[in-house]
């Protein structure tokens, strides 16, 4: 035996190789949380950024997949292996627009907009790349209509509810909900450059006919309805960039604290922070629908003021 054929693995291919072989059992199934980088320094008496390595590759290997809230997860199914074909040999069944956007809205939520691309829904759906062309001319329009299919789950009630209040809050948390579901959504709505896409302009139409005979003019209206979308797709980044930073590196948000237990105690206690401090026994100071429902309140308080402004100067009240 040479010494190269003696030399073990490192520990971080040991424990990536005794954990896929507890999926490859079936003793973790799709879904199921794999050890954290804390339970693998912890059995394994490895250093974080061992654990950290260990997760990094099952990854690479598409064997798991960061889950938001939950932490890291079993995959589903492996991002580079197509779908199998049915066990009587019949061929996948025909592609079409339909199922070829649902196919990559599932894509965009599970692994993020940059996993999306023709020939991987190609590969989700089990047939060629060229089947794709045919409905889908390319990735674009893909996203457009991903963009549609999305927003047009949430539908705006009619009649609508009472008072310009009600009716841009229920907005906010429609929106709100979308970027819950698909926060890959985030990435593609833009006010330079907007998506030509109807249930997404829908959303637009709703705040102006909200804020219409209440003393504003039309671009004054479009800024207010700017403002706020903004502040809900601003808020949901947050959300986006964690759950990227999750998918990059396997560590969860949970886990990139804990990592810096020391140093941050280290911090606060030097008195330098003593506001900080006081944030340390509040677990939710950070929770971002609290955030979410802290600043939706005071947009609208700061909007309620600024329309009976305009009320006044037009000569009636909204």
Do not use: C
Not at 66 to 81: F, I, K, L, Q, Y
Not at 93 to 118: F, Q, T, Y
Not at 196 to 209: C, D, I, N, Q
Request: glycine share 6%; net charge positive.
């Amino acid at each position: 035996m040479t010494p190269a054929q003696a030399r073990p693995d490192p520990p971080y291919l040991r424990i990536a190789a005794e954990i896929r072989r507890r999926i490859d059992s079936g003793e973790l199934r799709a879904g199921d949380r794999v050890p954290s980088t804390r339970r693998i320094t912890q059995k394994w008496g490895v250093a974080m950024a061992t654990a950290s390595k260990v997760l990094a590759t099952l990854r690479q290997q598409g064997l798991v997949r960061a889950a938001p809230g939950v932490g890291t997860v079993v995959a589903s199914a492996r991002p580079a292996e197509p779908r199998a074909a049915p066990a009587s040999g019949a061929p996948a069944a025909p592609a079409s627009r339909d199922r070829i956007v649902r196919a990559a809205v599932e894509i965009a939520d599970a692994e993020g907009l940059a996993a999306v691309s023709m020939r991987r829904v190609a590969a989700q759906l089990g047939v060629s790349p060229m089947a794709l062309y045919r409905h889908v001319p390319g990735k674009d329009e893909l996203v457009q209509r991903m963009a549609e299919a999305v927003f047009a789950e949430e539908a705006f009630p009619e009649p609508a509810p009472p008072g310009w209040r009600a009716r841009l809050e229920l907005a906010a948390r429609m929106q709100w909900a979308i970027y819950r579901r698909h926060l890959w959504a985030v990435q593609v709505v833009s006010f330079t450059r907007p998506l030509l896409v109807p249930s997404a302009m829908a959303h637009t139409e709703w705040a102006l006919r909200a804020l219409d005979g209440l003393g504003l003019d039309i671009a004054t209206m479009l800024h207010v309805s700017i403002t706020l979308t903004g502040y809900v797709q601003g808020t949901a980044s947050y959300r986006m960039l964690e759950i990227e930073a999750e998918r990059e590196t396997g560590v969860s948000r949970e886990e990139w604290w804990a990592a810096r237990d020391t140093a941050l105690a280290r911090l606060l206690a030097s008195g330098r922070f003593p506001m900080l401090a006081r944030l340390a026994p509040e677990p939710d100071a950070q929770d971002l629908d609290a955030v979410f429902e802290f600043g939706l309140r005071r947009m609208l308080d700061g909007l309620e003021v600024f329309l009976e402004a305009a009320g006044r100067r037009a000569g009636g009240a909204p």
